[in-house]
């Protein structure tokens, strides 16, 4: 996942950018797949990199999170076995 800088529909990939009257300029998740073979060394760019970082920071960390506290909070509670 990463963010992507949008003109209407189109992803802005270069600047500058011309935005026409009644167009909107906005942010938004964009969602990426990439498959790799088995055995292959992989090359990240910058962005891919960026990418990477961007997930494990917003999507799957806050998830890690809430799977803890709600793991401690049964463990917690009368009549539960951790």
Known sequence: MRYGVFIADDEVREL???IKKGQCLFSRVVTEEKMFSAGVRVVLTPENAS???FTMRNIMAPEIF???LEAA???TLP???P
Request: aromatic share 0%; net charge positive; no cysteine.
């Open 66 to 68: 809430r799977a803890h």
């Open 79 to 81: 009549g539960t076995v």
């Open 51 to 53: 990418g990477l970082i």
């Open 16 to 18: 500058p950018a011309m």
């Open 73 to 75: 909070k049964r463990a």
